[in-house]
Each structure stands twice: as structure tokens, then as C-alpha cells.
């Protein structure tokens, strides 16, 4: 680097990253506080950037869909468990079967992880926020209001009602002429926004936000787990928001696509649907696992067996996931040779699985395990994934693909695949990490009871439907005659599904009261190893008083697991003040490598967001002017977005340098 | 028990070059809409290569304009990248000469395409080679149009006098957009004009 000048502005581009200590109370730390502190109001909520604030509204808001998803499943349930029932007419089954897999797939399952990871990521690499903090904001705001715009026609009856797989022809206009099926569509597309810059920010984060001294191999499971579904994210989010957009063209500007009457191929959707929709299973369970190979060691009193192996692993499953897609279309007629080649590929991929399984396995056996709740629903999920894993090896081979397509066996698999390793590590993962979020412990004697509710509720639910499969039962229809045989065994399932809603309610009740009266957990109530307990609990809005220096996986069981010589300094660290600043690492090794400028508040990616969720809106309406006009005000917030900043050091200063930097 | 030792020499500050996370996020989204135009083209080749009529319907493309207009496309990306060299340079005059010539050459694209649009005897509803014709083209033409959007900030931004030698980011991340749309476009162009003469 060039030597520069003494009182240039230039002078503000280069510096020795000021080290020491900032223990809370210290002017040091007063001044962190002041520089990262969100303004109250609702000012303040609207504007900041704070991704432990974006994080809490995701799991919120992500959980309350999983709540709407559940009541349409508990209606669909009430129709289901006698035959001839007459609750629920075609078109409203059709409604609600559909919203119920859209709302848990794409508003429930990922949103939820994208919560845990967006709170937590900053917290386990040792860094003050995520890579692009607004971006973070603009993707929540956009998750938001694509969530409102898949369900604001719900209310006129008017719903998605072509399965969350929305196949053509029956989604096209010929057979489907309401705007059901177009505000899945723009919706779908929305939302693959907010899921895209999501993806983009974490991908980012991950190789430039790391604490110095934390290189790859160091870095926790979850990290790699949200790593690889955001990877998985970008390349495939792509396939479907292109499917879903060609089908609206096909709808109302008359493109022939899909259109089989005219050269187009219906079988293209289910391609380009398929080809992102097996990435994104996998999406929505790594992070999921990620959660289970980080927090079920703290239970086990002994580091994760296998780190490496399970880390790659992670990233194997989704290589393969990329490869089985075909997997959905076994019953389509295609190429013998080609289904062969997909269903060998799909039971590959029990072989990564296989390994986290005895990963997790291994740490329990050789570790001293503490039964309580979170370490419930951890061991539960192995089990249930387990199970879950052993009906999909089942349904990878054709032959018997064949028999078991589009009946119960199917939805009895995705169950267990998207409860067991999604919803179980998620509450698991609160009850694990609600201490951290709100400094009070939850309570233990209602935990318990969640748990056995939900997971007898669930074995009970679900278990009969494998049966229900394999006596012919046909998965979405709206009711069944008497003399099928599948009486009891319907009525079995509902009785499930309504005990495990009563586990949920269970846990919401003991989150309620927890919050309110909880024990006031320390920083660090687990006794846990990473660094997101070295904070204090709720962390402050800087993070980290001082960016740590970490010198293995478990910055803090060194003294206790004495596996090397060099150890974490936590106390003592970067403190980066001149404004809100973070340090920057290099991707592999994690050498510092840039002092970062953070943004400030902003209200940009509200506008920007609300702007973008009214052009779908307009198109919806094919208000064409309006679309344009919003489309307009989008760009505009764009603009004063990337307008090149001072304060981040992107343009150059106007006054006299000296100003700047004497109080910086 | 072994301290680990700070490494305490100057780091640059704020959005450095190659090291920033703009440019980081610039990778990320370059492979994220790569992969857009990769879907639409596995669309195109997919319905072609099950089409029963002629392919394309209309006869072979005529090569001559588009060719052209190629060749003005990636002129364009040219003096962008001689724009920022200039830049670093701290030739702020010519930079600014050259991007303004880069969005000449942008604009030029443009408009062309739009009178190759218009001399179609089919438009996007016609037939099945209209809708993915205009489609994938529709959908280049958008990335071209928002390149131009950012090529004219950054005149502006370059007039206002907001970058110089070390302070020049937003020009490295913009150009490298241009250099992708330019670069997706040597796809299109081949995907739609190149390939129905094999």
C-alpha cells in the first residue's frame, strides 16, 4: 500500500484496527451501544437493520403461518375422518390442500430456518452483522408481503387450488379460469426475491464475516448447513420463479409454453417445478440439521463426532440434490433408462444422510447425555428422520414408485421428512436458544410435555398414512366411501393430527409464560461451547463489545477439552469504532483482512419492498399503469439505496478531512 | 496457555476494490440470474428439440443486424472497462467520455433490438417460437435496459464528482454487471440465431 499523505482524505482509507478491551459499562462500550442501537418507535421499526431484530420477525412471522398451515390441516382433518363427510365442498378441499402445502413449504419451512440463521449467524462467526444488514430487512419485508399476497384472495374463496406442485394443464386458464392460480404465480415469484437476496447475503456472510482466526474448518454445522441450501437457493430459486412466470404469460398474454395444442409441453413445468423443488427440500432440512449437529453436542457433553464428515456430507446431499429430480416424475412415462439413473441417484443419497445419522448417533452413545427437552426433540428428530429416510429409499425404486405414487404413502414420507427434520429441530431449537433471545429459560415441566404430546401426536398422525398408502388410498381427495376399509384408519390419523396440535399449543403456552416469568438464564446457561453464548442474553445491538480472536471450533471448551496450546482471547479483541464497523476476513483462513463500513438504518428496503410486492399486485389486476408506476417508485428506492455514501467511505468527502476523522 | 497474537497492520477501510462485499454480492447475483438464463435456455432447446413443424417457423434468422448489433454490445462492454482504467488513472475526463460512449453504444443496442422486434411477422402470442423468441429476448432486453439505468448513475455519480482514484467501486460493480449482460447475451445470440443453422 502507498504511503499516504498526513490530513488527505485518502488517510481515511487505511488504519490499524484499534485492539483492546470494551467490558460493558465502559465508555468504549456506551459508545458501541450508541453507534448500533436501533431508534425507538416506530420509526425504529420500520427503518433498522438489526438482523437479530430481522431474525426474531422471521421466526414470528414464519410461525404464524405454520399455525395457518395447521388449521387448514386440522379442517382438512375433521372432513377426512369419517367418510361422506360433507364439511368441506371439492373447491374448498382443493383450496385448502393447496394453501396448507404452499403456506408450509414456502412460507413456513425456510422463512423459519432463514430466522434462526439470520439471528444467529453474526452471533456464532463473531461478527456485528450480517454481510449486507439491508438486504436482510429488504428480504424479510419481501417475505412478508409475498406471504400476504399469496393469501389475500384465501378470504374470497379464490385461493391457489392446484396442489403446491400447481401442474399444468389443470393450472392453466382453460381449465382454471379465476385468479386462483395467477396470484400463486406472481406470488411465488415475489417471494423468489426475497428467497434469492437471502441466499445472496448469507453466501457473502460466510466468507467475508467470520472472526479473525475462525477458518473454514471451524466454523459451526448450522453455518455450513444454511451455507449450502443458500448455494442450493441460487441456483435453483431461478427454475421455478421462471416457471411460474411463463405460466402467468401463458394465462394472460396467451404464450404457448405449456400449451400442448400448440407445440407447448406440459411436461416442461413439472421439469423446471422439480428441478428446483428437490434442491429445496434439501434447503429446508440442512439448516435444520445444521441446528441438531450444533445444539444436540451441548446435551451430550462432548464436541459433535465427526465435524468433517458431516460438514461435507451437508454439501454432498445437496450435489446429489441436484440430480434426482426426476424422482417426481417416475409416472410420467419417461425413458426407462433415465428413471433407472435417477432412482440409483436418489438412493445415493441415503449414503451422505447415513453418515450425520450415526454422526449424531455416535455423539449421543459416546457422550453423557442430559435427557432434557431440547435433547428430546434432537433424539426425536434422529428417529424420525431415520424413518423418513427409510420410506423415501423406498419410494427411490421405480417398480414400487409406481404402485405408491399420488397415494397416502407419499404424504406419509413428506411428513416425516419436512416434520421430523424441519418442525422438531425447529421447536427444539427455540427451547435451545430462546435463553439467548430473551434471557429467561423456558420451562422445563411444560417442555417435556410438548414434546411427548407432539411426538406420540405425530407417530399417531402420520404413522397410519404409510398403511392408508399402501391399501390404494389416493392422496387429495375430499372424502372417501364407507366400504373402502380406510374408515379407522382415517379416524386414526385425525386423532393424531389433533393431539400434536395439542403439543404445539403446549409449547406456545409455555413460550408465552416463559416469556413473562421464565428463569433469568446467564450468558451462557447450557454450559455450550460456540460463541453465541459468550454473549450476553438478549445480545446487546453491537454483538460483540470487541471482535474476538477464536483459536478452535470451541472457543469455549479449550480449557476443558485442552486439544491444543493457542486459546480464544474473547475479552480482549478489535474494537472498530470510528462508526458501525466490523472486520472483514479472508474466505478460507480468516485473516483479517478489511475494516468493513456497516449501513446505517435505512427505510429503503421497506419502500423498496412494499414498492415490488405493489407491481405484482398491478399485474395481478392488469393495472398496467399502476404496475409501471410502481415499478418506477421501486427504481427510485433503489437508487437512493446505492447512492454512494460518505459515512461507508464509497464516495469521495466534500469537506476538509480532519472533521471526520477527529471524533472518529 | 498460548495467547493468539493480533495482527495489527493498517487494513483498508470501507468498500475496498476486489475485497469489498459489493463486489461479492455482485458474484453471488451473476450466478443466480446465469442460472435464469440457463432455465430459459434449457426451455428453449427442450420444446425445439420435441417440435413437429418447421424451426425455426418463419426459415433460418437473417444474421447481418443482429451480428451488428452484437458487435455494438460488446464494443460497449470495452469502453467500460477503459473507463475505469481511466478512472484509476485519475483520468477523470476521458472516464467520463468513455462511459458516456458506452451508453451511447448501450442505448444503440437497444433500439436496434426494438426495430428487429417490430419487423417480426409474429409477436409473442403467434405461435410457440414467438413466445420463447420474445421471452428470452424480453427477458435480455430487461437486463440491458437496467444496465443502462446503472451505466447513467454512474456518469452522474462520476460528473458529481463522487469517485476518484481510490474511491471507485460502484464503477467496477456496474461494469461488471454490463460485462455479464454483454457476455449472457453471446448465449442468446447463439441459442436463438446461431444454432438453427446446425
Known sequence: MNPIAKNSPDELLIRVPEFGRAPLGSEAEKRLASLWETLPGWRGWL????????????????????????????????????????????????????????????????????????????LLLGSRDMAFPRLNALSYWLFLFAGIFLYVSFP???????????????????????????????????????????????????????APGMSINRVPILVWGTLTASVGNLLAVPSVSLAFFLLWLDR?????????????????????????????????????????????PTFCRRPLVGYAAVALSTMATMLLGFEVWIHHMFATGLPTLALSFFGAASMVISIPSAVAVFAWVATIWLGRPVFNTPFLFFAGFVMLFVMGGVSGVMTAAVPLDFQLND??????????VLLGI???????????????????MMNETLGKWSFWVMFIGFN??????HIAGLMGMPRRIYTYSGNMGWNTINMVTSVGAFLFAAGILIFMVNVLISLKRGELAGDNPWDAATLEWSAPSPPKAYNFAVIPLIASRHPLWEDRLNEGEARSSLDEGYLLMQGRETLATTPLDAKPDLILKMPEDSYAPFY?????????????????????LMAIAAGIALTAWMWPGRKLEQSVPAMQPAKESEHG | MAKLMPLLEPLPVGSYGKRSSGWWGLLALIVTEGSLFGYLLFSYFYLASQALE???????????????????????????????????????????????????????????????????????????????????????????????????????????????????????????????????WLFVFTALYLTPYL
Open chain 1, 47 to 122: 427503518a433498522t437493520v438489526d438482523h437479530k431484530e430481522i431474525g426474531l420477525r422471521y421466526l414470528v412471522t414464519a410461525f404464524i403461518f405454520l399455525l395457518m398451515g395447521g388449521v387448514e390441516a386440522l379442517i382438512m382433518r375433521v372432513q377426512l375422518a369419517r367418510p361422506d363427510q360433507a364439511l368441506l365442498t371439492p373447491e374448498q378441499y382443493n383450496q385448502l390442500f393447496t394453501m396448507h402445502g404452499v403456506t408450509m413449504i414456502f412460507l413456513y419451512s425456510l422463512p423459519i430456518l432463514s430466522g434462526f440463521s439470520n439471528y444467529l449467524w453474526p
Open chain 1, 252 to 296: 394472460q398474454i396467451g404464450t404457448h409454453f405449456f400449451d400442448a395444442a400448440n407445440g407447448g409441453k406440459p411436461l416442461l413445468w413439472q421439469h423446471l417445478f422439480w428441478m428446483f423443488g428437490h434442491p429445496w427440500v434439501y434447503a429446508i432440512v440442512l439448516p435444520a440439521m445444521g441446528i441438531v449437529s450444533d445444539a444436540l
Open chain 1, 156 to 210: 374470497l374463496g379464490q385461493a391457489p387450488n392446484a396442489g403446491w406442485f400447481n401442474y399444468v394443464p389443470f393450472s392453466s386458464l382453460e381449465f382454471n379460469t379465476g385468479p386462483n392460480i395467477d396470484v400463486y404465480a406472481l406470488g411465488m415469484v415475489l417471494l423468489g426475491i426475497s428467497t434469492t437476496v437471502g441466499a445472496i447475503n448469507f453466501v457473502v456472510t460466510l466468507f467475508r464475516m467470520r
Open chain 2, 54 to 184: 418447421h424451426w425455426p417457423p418463419d426459415g433460418l434468422p437473417k444474421l447481418a443486424i443482429p451480428g451488428i448489433n452484437t458487435i455494438i454490445l460488446l464494443a460497449s462492454s470495452g469502453f467500460i472497462w477503459a473507463s475505469e482504467r481511466c478512472l484509476k488513472n485519475k483520468k477523470m475526463r476521458s472516464s467520463i467520455t468513455l462511459m458516456a460512449v458506452a451508453i451511447i453504444l448501450g442505448t444503440c443496442f437497444v433500439m436496434i433490438q426494438l426495430r428487429e422486434w417490430s419487423n417480426k411477422s409474429y409477436n409473442m402470442a403467434t405461435n410457440l417460437y414467438g413466445s420463447l423468441y420474445f421471452t428470452i429476448t424480453g427477458f435480455h432486453m430487461a437486463h440491458v435496459v437496467v444496465g443502462v439505468i446503472i451505466l447513467s448513475l454512474l456518469l452522474l455519480w462520476m460528473i458529481l464528482g463522487y469517485f476518484d482514484d481510490k474511491r471507485y467501486l460502484p464503477v467496477t460493480i456496474g461494469g461488471f454487471y454490463w460485462h455479464f449482460v454483454d457476455g449472457v
Open chain 1, 608 to 628: 423498496l419492498g412494499l414498492f415490488s410486492a405493489l407491481i405484482f399486485a398491478g399485474l395481478l389486476l392488469h393495472w398496467w399503469d399502476f404496475a409501471g
Open chain 1, 460 to 465: 399417531i398422525g402420520f404413522f397410519p398414512m
Open chain 1, 422 to 440: 424441519n418442525v422438531f429441530p425447529v421447536v427444539g431449537g427455540i427451547y435451545y436458544w430462546f435463553p439467548k433471545f430473551f434471557g429467561r
Open chain 1, 407 to 416: 397415494t397416502y404413502f407419499i404424504v406419509a414420507h413428506l411428513h416425516y
